[in-house]
């Protein structure tokens, strides 16, 4: 059930400022309605994934919406050099109480 979600509502974490990643969590729920947001990291930018996912429900959407479920896993891939590196990955599902 939950692997049919769309893409609409995944905000994919990288080097933006902070507030951009939590106004576009909270966006999806305000605005266009959505039931469930995951928020998707991997490597250095998972500590910030953790810091949007509490900002966004303990600060701008307190009482509304929590944290549903925590997905770790790592993905390998080659670098510029062709060497393989592994590197690890998280997804935050937040969703509306």
Do not use: C, W
């Not at 974490?13 to 990643?21: A, D, R, S, V």
């Not at 605005?31 to 469930?36: D, I, K, L, R």
């Not at 947001?37 to 500590?47: L, N, Q, Y």
């Amino acid at each position: 059930m939950a692997e049919n979600r769309t893409d609409d509502h995944i905000v994919f974490i990288g080097g933006k400022p902070f507030m951009n990643y939590v106004t576009g969590v909270v966006m999806q729920f305000t605005t266009q309605g959505a039931n469930e947001v995951v928020i998707k990291a991997r490597g250095k930018f998972i500590s910030r994934a953790v810091d949007i996912a509490e900002v966004s429900t303990k600060r701008f959407l307190e009482n509304t919406v929590e944290i549903r479920g925590i997905k770790i896993d790592s993905e390998e891939f080659e670098n510029q050099e062709q060497k393989l590196i592994r590197v690890s990955t998280i997804e935050i599902t937040l969703g509306k109480k």
